[in-house]
């Protein structure tokens, strides 16, 4: 089976490749990082992954970007992978933003830019999701290889 996607989808390319390198660093031999740099681009992405049956664990997606936002990615995303952890994440401290996030997206966890230390603000959050995540997993069957004499 492959491993479990993490969705991270940001418009800043500098912000995108810090939240990948961040990932990656913590999660990589558990997960396969995914980047996206707009909402389109990443649902693209995560229409080719539900495609090909891989499983999405998280999407961290950023509040705001053009053309599409991130509570609207979350909407859309949501009924192809809705066991799928999702969280926002912004540099700003917008209450209309998360009250929207948590009704219409059902996000999981809004978390503020910078996260600097990751050990502090990225990873302890995340760890809980993708625990909860996980106890609720099953993989897509794959079929069953007999292997024997007759």
Known sequence: MAKPVMLAVDDDPEVLQAIARDLRKHYGDRYRVVRAESGPV???AVRELKR???PVALFLVDQRMPRMTG???LEEAAPLFPQAKRALLTAYADTDAA???INQAHIDYYLLKPWDPPEQQLYPALDELLADWQAGFRPAFEGLRVVGHR
Do not use: F
Request: charged letters at 40%; a negative charge; zero cysteines.
């Open 42 to 44: 990443a649902l693209d």
């Open 99 to 101: 009250i929207r996030a």
């Open 71 to 73: 509570v609207d990615l």
């Open 52 to 54: 090909k049956n891989e």
